[in-house]
């Protein structure tokens, strides 16, 4: 009990609610409908006029949300843009690379996010770059050695291509498959295994779905 | 392959084997390409991928909730630290405070799950090397962690046990108890088990000097939790980004200084005795009240994106969630600490014996499950 009362101020959001409930301040957070934490501008933080700084044009755009700041770079500065992040910068540890499909965008249908962290400090970046379909992304193993796999699961999954990368091939799907399961446009019942798979023992659109072929 | 064998057989020289993925020593299915001269290992390559269910593909199809069960089986020896990162990524976005009743809950289930990985690990890792004895020792005290695990949420292995906005249940009478028993008698058994290796001549020949990994290559591989402790470099989410109420109990973070499988080893079973010490706080301080936030029916995050991790036994295990406002999510990624790790494998046993090789799968933790999600 005693420990409830001594993180309750902590924990407690300010000015959210309306003025009119007056017992409702006292209630404790968890009690309190929840308020989502609202992305806004970040260009001026300090993670990311560093970067401005050491590399300008660099910065396309930057938003916070939850304390995570997200600096988009135009995809022809990316591999300049993580070479002076990790060399002039000290972000040494690559913790995360993924992608996510937005079909349809104009701007480009995939974004590849790179989520960085800098022992120094232990603070962390969030790069993102919008890539067409129809584009390469640079591969950044080069930079940091950890892109390897990561990028591999992204070319498997999205099918987007890393040009550089020593060894691009499919990681978690088999060689010979076909499709990129994680796009959006990827039916979630599979694609039809048997005839996609053995072309030459299955006709097209034969042998066994998967699934159960229901859909 | 036979042939090739046969070629070489005389002088000696190169040839590929394949270990795995049917092998015992592999931990499940993980199939490497070694290429060996003799006896020495010249390089590994491993192959993954027996084991992809399409998890993230199936996170897409569900509500948040049920997503939860589809972490179990990622780490299936960790599945209460698997639903710790989903729930806590959502609730970051939703920006939901928990009770401190579930935060404390959360914990000590957390910390018990990683004493139940970690004598996973050390029981399998033995018996890799040789040693059979710790083998039954270590299971049966598991057991009693997941029998404490069945009385609160009714499952022993995918256990299902966290919601967004806390946890399902409250506590049965006596489980706090039965908890406290259990973790009385704990640390004299991580004293018996350290007696039976530690200082055992075979375990250090085997382990002492086997699958190196220095602290900047351990950087520079993205290693996190033991395997990058042990080559030195402290370093612990619990730590660096508090979550739950981790800032409000005391623990170290043991380090090793050589980056071998004998330091990961004793890291980790420093890392028991210091869960324990965890437990053993939060049960002390464990508040009375709700253990569910006022949260709505439906789990609807805003539009955004968040990166939400927490310390597994095995290492950061990351959720990135992007959120299109409704009440599926729109893309969830897992960074998976087994993935990562197992990738700085063939720099480690690169120069070593082929029974090495059965020791730093060992000493990575892997599970197959969370690399193939």
Known sequence: MADDEKVAPKASRTGDGPAADAPAASKPPWEEKPVAPLPHDATSHPQVAELEAALPGAVAGAVELAGQVTVTVPLEMLLLACQ????????????????????????????????????????????????????????????????????????????????????????????????HPLRKDFPIEGVDTGAAMYPDIFPPGGGPVAGGGEG | METAALKTFADAEEMEVSFGPQHPSTHGVLRLMVKVDGERILDAKP???????????????????????????????????????????????????????????????????????HLVWLATHALDIGAQTPYFYCFEERDKILDLFEEYCGARLTTNCMRVGGMPYDLTDGWTDRCRAFINQFPAKVEDWERLLTKNRIWRERTVGVGVISAADAVEWGLTGPPLRGSGVRWDIRKVFPYDRYNEVEFDVPIGTNGDTYDRYLVRMEEMRQSVRIIRQCLDRLPDGPVMAKVPKVIKPPKGEVYFSVEGPKGELGYYLVSDGGEKPYRLHVRPACFINLQALPDMVRGQLVADLVAVIGTLDIVLGEIDR
């Open chain 1, 84 to 179: 002076t992040l990790k060399e002039t910068l000290g972000y040494g540890f690559l913790v995360d690379l993924t992608v996510v499909d937005w079909p349809g965008r104009e701007a480009g249908r995939f974004d590849v996010v790179y989520w960085l962290h800098r022992h120094r400090d232990e603070a962390r970046l969030r790069l993102k770059v919008m890539v067409a379909e129809t584009q390469e992304v640079p591969s950044v193993t080069g930079v940091w050695k950890v892109a390897n796999w990561m990028e591999r699961e992204a070319f498997d999954m999205f099918g987007l291509y890393f040009a550089g990368h020593p060894n691009l091939e499919r990681i978690l799907t088999w060689e010979g498959f076909s499709g």
């Open chain 2, 47 to 117: 192959i993954i991928g027996y084991l992809h269910r399409g998890t993230e593909k199936l996170f897409e199809r569900e509500t948040y909730n049920g997503c939860i069960p589809h972490t179990d089986r990622m780490d299936y020896t960790a599945a209460v630290t698997n639903n710790q990162g989903l729930v806590g990524a959502v609730e970051k976005l939703m920006g939901i405070t928990i009770p401190p009743r579930a935060a404390y809950l959360r914990m000590i289930l957390a910390e018990l799950q990683r004493l139940a990985s």
